[in-house]
């Protein structure tokens, strides 16, 4: 990384008052975020002459942004609240046949679960939590002995919240294609902090982000990818006035229709133009486009490549499996307790989280070398 970027990265994230490896918790917006809310604040404090075509235009110019990010067509993004709310939606507006079955990983995070647990109750389907026992992460292999034979949706983390591990999207996803079984990602703990190749979203049908981790955007949005094959089994359950193309025009509202603005569109959560939300989420999807998803891969490796090989392994177990990794590392203290490591870190001003009585480390693009030698300190004191 050149000096210039490092400045630039310095500058972002100069609000910063802890030693932060906590992205996996909540990410910390660039500092550009501030200037791009503190706009659209301006126009809530005086809407006077806003142009509707320019306020409703808002959630397009995101959409392009983060459909760029991913290297696909913006008619394959949808808006949405939480990552569990477009698992609702595909839960609840799937096409399901008699006898169908949804498949997700027992222990994985609760939005990939619980809608289809409350789904289930309407009898279109049944739901099986698969259980790992001895298996580190779900493989293709194991997913071929372990799946119903006539299951046909299978969700799943990208990388898993409490322990880091991360799941080969490709040769899952080319196993579940075969098979014409239904590929929902959460790329929450994922997309943000590393890229997902166009060849892995080939194979995915329904990608989930909330916004507020990797991708240092504001709480209460979440973007997914539907793709073509999605967006023609999943029906849209939710009228809403925005969605409708005499939206477009503010004169023509009251000539009712129930068809949607074209693709993915067509599931957008209510009032996506909200203007607080979106300068945030302006200012954090214009800095990751200027770094670079893959730059930053590169650069979250780097710097906890540098903590693998320093920290002190006689004291920590580690969780995390070194071929299973992506940019969190799970550890659990040999004789320590968890939760106490983690209040003696926030005395030496060092963030992280405990999750699962693991001490989970997130590394990101604003994190350095010298922050991770701070960190090493305080674990072997």
Known sequence: MDSATESLIQKEFSSLSSIYFNAAYFGPSPLRAKETIMAAMNRELDPSFYAYDDWMSISEKLRVKFANLLGVSPDTITHSTSSSDVVN??????????????????????????????????????????????????????????????????????????????????????????????????????????????????????????SYKWMLGPYGHAFAYFSQKAQDSIYHLNANWILSPNSKQVYNLLDYTTETLPGARQYDRGQAANLLCSGCLEGSLSFLAEMGLANIRKHNQEVRDFFLANYPKQKYNLVTPLEHMANIVCLKSVSGDSIALEAELKKRNVDVSVRQGNVRLSFHIFNTKAQVEELIKALDS
């Open 89 to 210: 939606i595909v839960a609840n507006g799937f096409i399901f046949n008699p006898g169908d079955r949804v498949a997700a990983v027992n222990k994985d995070y609760p939005s990939n679960v619980l809608p289809w647990m409350l789904a289930e109750r309407h009898g279109k389907f049944k739901f099986d939590k698969l259980d790992l026992g001895n298996q580190v992460i779900p493989t293709a292999e194991w997913l071929e002995k372990t799946l119903h034979p006539q299951t046909r949706i299978f969700n799943i983390s990208h990388v898993a919240f409490d322990t880091g591990k991360k799941i080969d999207l490709l040769s899952i996803g080319k196993f579940l294609k075969s098979r014409n079984i239904f590929f929902v990602v959460d790329g929450t703990q994922s997309l943000g902090g590393l890229e997902i190749t166009p060849e892995e979203l080939s194979y995915i049908d329904v990608l989930t982000v909330s």
